[in-house]
C-alpha cells in the first residue's frame, strides 16, 4: 500500500519539536488576537503588517555523513536509555547539533526551511518562516508568518515550562503590554494535554538550556 494511503507517523514532540511548533503557534495566535482585538475593520491592515506574501530564507548547517551518523546515534542511544528508565544520563545538544538534524535528518522534513535555532547562554530562540491558514474569518491562507522568538526552557515538578522572552514578527516587536501578557503563559501546556506528549514529558529528570547547550536528563525508575 502507498505511503499516500498510509501516511507516515509523526514522531512524539521531541524537544527541539515542541520549541518549533510552540514558535508557530504563538505567531499563529498573535495574528487572531490581533484581528479580534481591533476589530474587523484593521484586519487587513495588521495582516499585512504582521504577515508576508512570500516565507524568509532561513538558514541551515551542513554537516558531512559521518558527523551527522554520530549525532544520530547519540540522539538514538539516548532514546533507548529515556525509554527503558533503567539508569539515568544525559544528552547535550548544541545549536549546531539542532540545526544539523532539522537540515539533514529526514525525521525532522517538516521543519527544514521552516526553523533556524540558537542558543544564547541559557536561552533558545530561533528564526521561523510558517505557511499559514485561514483562521476564521480572517483570509490568510498563502501568506506567511516569518518571525523570531526567544524562550526562558525548564523542566519544573514534571511539567515542562517555556516562556516567552522575546518576539519579532516581519521585524517588528510586539507592543509591550501584548508581549506583556504572553510572557505570563506557559507555552508548551497545550502540548503537554497530548497524552503520548505528556507521557514522554515524565521520562525526564531535567530539562535545561546552560552555556550555548541544551541538556537533556532521563529519570531512573529502576
Do not use: W
Not at 544520563?89 to 532539522?102: F, G, P, R
Not at 527544514?112 to 535555532?117: H, I, S
Amino acid at each position: 500500500m502507498s505511503n499516500e494511503q498510509n501516511p507516515p507517523k509523526k514522531r512524539g514532540c521531541f524537544f527541539y519539536g515542541c520549541i518549533s511548533l510552540v514558535i508557530v503557534s504563538v505567531l499563529g495566535v498573535l495574528v487572531a488576537y490581533l484581528g479580534f482585538r481591533y476589530v474587523m475593520k484593521t484586519a487587513d491592515r495588521l495582516i499585512a503588517e504582521y504577515t508576508d506574501t512570500k516565507p524568509a530564507l532561513i538558514e541551515s548547517v551542513e554537516v558531512s555523513p559521518e558527523q551527522l551518523n554520530a549525532l544520530q546515534k547519540r540522539v538514538a542511544a539516548f532514546k533507548a536509555v529515556l525509554d527503558a528508565q533503567k539508569v539515568s544520563q544525559e544528552l547535550a545538544l548544541s545549536a549546531e547539533d539542532l540545526n544539523a538534524l532539522i537540515s539533514s535528518d529526514p525525521s525532522f522534513r517538516e521543519l527544514q526551511d521552516k526553523l533556524f535555532v540558537n542558543i544564547e547562554d541559557d536561552g533558545i530562540n530561533g528564526n521561523v518562516s510558517s505557511a499559514l491558514e485561514n483562521l476564521g474569518p480572517f483570509k490568510i491562507k498563502g501568506r506567511y508568518l516569518n518571525g523570531m522568538a526567544a524562550f526562558k526552557v525548564s523542566l519544573e515538578s514534571g511539567t515542562l515550562v517555556v516562556l516567552l522572552d522575546e518576539l519579532e514578527v516581519k521585524g517588528k516587536s510586539l507592543p509591550p503590554q501584548l508581549l506583556a501578557q504572553f510572557r505570563k503563559q506557559n507555552l508548551a501546556q497545550d502540548a503537554q494535554s497530548n497524552t503520548n506528549t505528556a507521557q514522554v514529558i515524565q521520562k525526564f529528570e531535567s530539562i535545561r538550556v546552560k552555556d550555548g547547550t541544551v541538556i537533556l536528563k532521563n529519570k531512573a525508575t529502576f
